[in-house]
């Protein structure tokens, strides 16, 4: 059952790799509709937030521990196929990729996938609007084909009832895990800084980005328990990453708080604002070792679901 399972797989990623199917790197992405994702201000315009400082992204966002990627592998029955949500440039999808035969890396910004980084065992799909969730489930090699799914710092801007209803279509059982995480403004050891700058960017966020905010405490999560974080009880995540001061202002440049004041015509990152920062950062030429202070659910369909 498992072998035949992994052989449908196989012909699945053979097919994604035919030339009449579009690669995101090499020609025009295909553009799949799916409703997993369905945006509450439409989803061209959350694209957007994220399109506008695609580049930046890519430079400034933390490469999560190798570490993870193991822990989470451990924890699946097969390895076959991984979905990473949200993917952004493949943060995520790429320790993945280290662990699983194949990964299915989306997004709904196609201008975040450009930046991706390739990788042989990724394939990265622009996923731009809401369609059936039957298709996505029909992309993904069909109910009960994926082993793991990562979300990694984008499951609150999901429709969740939706995305969590595919999640379970799709996910192995018994034996296939989704996990969730994120990170925020709490950044040692520059706390104060960010927690200061961070109150700036408050009429800017998204509500869905409350979540984040709250450190997923209180983001529904509906799987058993597989003892790495419940509903309700994340566990902590330490992501370390060294930083410039340069990189800093790109990540805060990052952040759609701040492309959405700026579309408001406020620039929370002026000269005056970026001066302070860089005098309680240490100067402009300094590079510290900081820990982005991540969150973590994981967990497995429930039997009922
Ligand atoms: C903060 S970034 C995280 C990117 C990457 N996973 C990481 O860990 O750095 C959030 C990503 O989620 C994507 N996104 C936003 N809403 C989405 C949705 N409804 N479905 C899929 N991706 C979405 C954005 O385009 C963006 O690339």
């Given at each position: 059952m498992w072998?035949?399972?992994?052989?449908?797989?196989?012909?699945?990623?053979l097919c994604y790799h035919s030339p009449d199917l579009k690669d995101l790197h090499t020609q025009q992405p295909e553009e799949l509709r799916f409703d997993s994702c369905l945006l509450h201000q439409g989803?061209?315009?959350?694209?957007g937030l994220f399109s506008k400082q695609a580049a930046a992204y890519a430079?400034?966002?933390p490469v999560y521990p190798k570490d993870?990627?193991?822990k989470l592998a451990a924890l699946t029955a097969h390895h076959c196929l991984a979905w990473d949500v949200g993917t952004g440039n493949g943060q995520a999808a790429i320790g993945?990729?280290?662990h699983y035969d194949s990964v299915l890396a989306t997004d709904v910004s196609e201008e975040q996938l450009l930046h991706a980084v390739p990788h042989p065992k990724v394939r990265y799909l622009h996923t731009p609007n809401a369609t059936p969730g039957e298709d996505l489930v029909?992309?993904?090699?069909g109910e009960q084909s994926v082993d793991l799914i990562t979300v990694a710092e984008a499951v609150h801007w999901c429709d969740l009832p939706a995305f969590y209803d595919i999640a379970r279509r799709v996910l192995r059982r018994p034996g296939g895990v989704i996990?969730?995480?994120?990170?925020?403004?709490?950044?040692?050891?520059?706390?104060?800084?960010?927690t200061r700058f961070f109150n700036t960017t408050l009429p800017y966020?998204?509500?869905r980005a409350r979540y984040c905010m709250n450190r997923y405490k209180d983001l529904p999560f509906p799987f058993d328990d597989i003892g790495l974080g419940r509903e309700g009880e994340p566990v902590s995540l330490d992501v370390d990453h060294e930083m410039s001061f340069e990189g800093l202002i790109g990540m805060l440049r990052s952040w759609s708080a701040v492309t959405m004041a700026k579309q408001q015509g406020v620039d929370l990152l002026g000269e005056r604002m970026v001066k302070e920062l860089e005098e309680e950062w240490g100067g402009a030429s300094l590079v510290r070792k900081v820990t982005f202070k991540a969150f973590l659910l994981a967990g497995t369909p429930r039997a009922d679901d």
């Open positions: 072998l035949l399972s992994c052989l449908r797989q196989y012909l699945h990623q989803p061209d315009q959350m694209a430079a400034a966002r993870l990627f193991t993945v990729a280290e029909t992309t993904l090699g996990a969730v995480w994120g990170y925020n403004y709490h950044i040692s050891p520059v706390e104060d800084m960010m966020w998204d509500t």
